[in-house]
């Protein structure tokens, strides 16, 4: 195959155009991140966290798994109307779910320092632009869903890459003239437009002349029903659910009662290159389960070791090289930041050693997904999230590192219980069973 050959191959791949679409936004959202740390200071760019990352936490369970189910449904439907059928049976649960996330990042954010701190007029401002980056987010993965079933990701990744870079430009004038506030604005218009443009491109009819209509055989019937699709996903949106909620209280809600918004802001810029530590074994997410799924003996049954190690290995590899980048390149984000350069070292240093251990978790929790266990990992995240919560509590007050450390040990809590379930369901498949006859 020649490289021409493969470089097709490559355009023509949905994880291509998907990962570079979230490049992008990422890029994005560190250029806002660090405007507003060396015009405004850590304060500006903790309240810009706080209210960007808890329309996330209510956001993100929900409108993954509303994602995935678009996806499902839309691969599976038949005729050349179900793209906008698709988007028919997307109405009522995006409605469900966008009224739920809503409520709660409302309640979340205003309930807490935030409420508290703001003028009236503040509270005025902000309030929609948190309705808009819940919303932009839903209607963001359902475009996403109905793009990716179609297996069309570009219908996404062009609008996402224009309006990101009508973002970049537009940005420094509007957060000049209104803080971070004004940053919130255009994040939540990235967030929004490009997933509008899908769906008008996806939804409208084509022009045809009238003798074409009227040739043209009358469209078959689409019916796609999501709901099938949902209430599979029930344990896997519990886990998810407990893993925002868990993270919101231990690295927003504590963090911003005992350090307020300048800590807000330090955290803030530790949990923006975790991402890029784990951006590479993230993006894997579809090849990962697709790789697992064809190694796999039975449904819901062993799968060969030999590749879930191969897997293990290649995640705990990449990852480890963006962590030594990372904090090999830390006096540089020190100075960029404004921090001090013993404090962020031991950050990132700690966030590096969290990430190591989540590219590990990131490959068990598609193994539990594979054998149909999906409960049992429900249970499993639980009791880490349990142990997170009561660390960070116990010492948040006394070192805002506590964050950090809570979540490292409640990964290695995850780690330890994953590996032994694993075993153990391994043995019990490899057990000779008997067979009793009457």
């Known amino acids: 195959m020649t490289r021409v050959e493969r470089l097709q191959i490559t355009l023509r791949s ?51 798994a509303l994602a995935n189910a678009v996806t499902q449904a839309t691969a599976h439907g038949q005729g050349p109307d179900r793209l906008r059928s698709a988007w028919r049976a997307a109405r009522l649960p995006l409605l469900l779910c966008v009224s739920i996330s809503g409520g709660l990042a409302l309640w979340l954010a205003f309930g807490a320092s935030m409420g508290k701190d703001a003028s009236s007029l503040g509270l005025m401002a902000m309030v929609p632009l948190l309705l808009a980056l819940v919303v932009g987010q839903f209607l963001t993965q359902t475009a996403q869903g109905v793009c990716a079933g179609d297996g069309r990701p570009q219908l996404m990744t062009i609008p996402t890459l224009v309006m990101t870079a009508l973002g970049l430009v537009t940005t420094m004038a509007i957060m000049a003239a209104h803080g971070f506030l004004g940053a919130l604005l255009v994040t939540a218009l990235v967030g929004i437009v490009p997933a509008l443009v899908v769906w008008w491109r996806t939804t409208r009819k084509p022009a045809l002349s009238e003798q074409a209509l009227a040739e043209a055989p009358p469209p078959l019937p689409v019916m796609i029903n999501l709901w099938p699709y949902l209430r599979r996903a029930v344990p896997e949106i519990g886990a998810n659910v407990l893993n925002s909620l868990t993270n919101w209280v231990c690295f927003m809600y504590l963090v911003m009662q005992a350090h307020g918004p300048l800590g807000l802001g330090f955290i803030t810029v530790g949990l923006q290159w975790s991402v890029v530590m784990l951006l590479p074994a993230n993006s894997w997410g579809g090849a990962i389960m697709h790789r697992l799924l064809q190694a796999q003996s039975k449904p819901g049954g ?16 990449v990852t480890l090289a963006c962590c030594v980048a990372v904090l090999a390149a830390s006096p540089g984000l020190a100075w960029l930041y404004k921090l001090e350069l013993e404090r962020l070292f031991l950050l990132l240093l700690l966030n590096a050693a969290s990430a190591l251990v989540l590219s590990h978790n990131f490959v068990y929790e598609r193994v539990f997904v594979c054998r149909q266990i999906q409960n049992r990992w429900l249970w499993i995240s639980g009791g880490a999230y349990a142990v997170q919560m009561v660390l960070t509590l116990a010492f948040i007050e006394t070192t805002i590192y506590a964050v950090a450390v809570g979540n490292l040990v409640a990964l290695l809590v995850v780690w330890m219980a994953s590996r032994y379930e694993l075993r153990l369901g391994n043995a019990y498949d490899k057990t000779p069973r008997r067979h009793h006859h009457q």
């Open 14 to 64: 949905p994880a291509f155009w998907l990962f570079f679409a979230a490049l992008a936004l990422r890029g994005y959202g560190f250029f806002v991140s660090l405007l507003l740390a060396r015009w405004s200071g850590l304060q500006s760019l903790g309240s810009y966290s706080f209210l960007l990352i808890t329309a996330s936490s209510t956001s993100t369970p929900l409108s993954v």
């Open 302 to 317: 062993d799968i060969d070791p030999v590749i879930v190690r191969q897997e293990l290995r290649r995640c705990l590899r």
